[in-house]
Nanobody, 120 residues
Framework: QVQLVESGGGSVQAGGSRRLSCVVS????????FGWYRQAPGKSRELVAY???????IYGDSVEGRFTISRDDAKSTVYLQMNNLSADDSGVFYC??????????????WGPGTQVIVSS
């Protein structure tokens, strides 16, 4: 059974930083690329960043230069380092494996997510 468990969310002031983690189990982690997704209140999930199997990061325009996605294959964990946060970054963050980089169809069920609240 595949499990994706996100953590690291919380409340932070604008301009601050937060590091999210996603621990993955039930699959051969190194075989997959992973995406981090954000769901703001009343909005659909959107891709924030994606990391390929070859450790190449791809970013949404709104987070380019502020967020860094990384992976540790030995720990089966994907990270999202978020810097210079603003209120627009608030939401529930999830990780998953899309069928292709920008696909909205995921291979696996969503995990519980981790909420980030940025106060201005």
């Amino acid at each position: 059974q595949v499990q994706l468990v996100e953590s690291g969310g919380g409340s932070v002031q604008a301009g601050g930083s937060r590091r999210l983690s996603c621990v993955v189990s039930g699959i051969d982690f190194s075989d997959y690329g992973f995406g981090w997704y954000r769901q703001a209140p009343g909005k659909s999930r959107e891709l924030v960043a994606y990391i390929t199997r070859a450790n190449v990061g791809i970013y949404g325009d709104s987070v380019e230069g502020r967020f860094t996605i990384s992976r540790d294959d030995a720990k089966s964990t994907v990270y999202l380092q978020m810097n210079n946060l603003s209120a627009d970054d608030s939401g529930v963050f999830y990780c998953n494996v899309p069928y292709s980089t920008y696909s909205t169809t995921m291979l696996f069920d969503w995990g519980p997510g981790t909420q980030v609240i940025v106060s201005s």
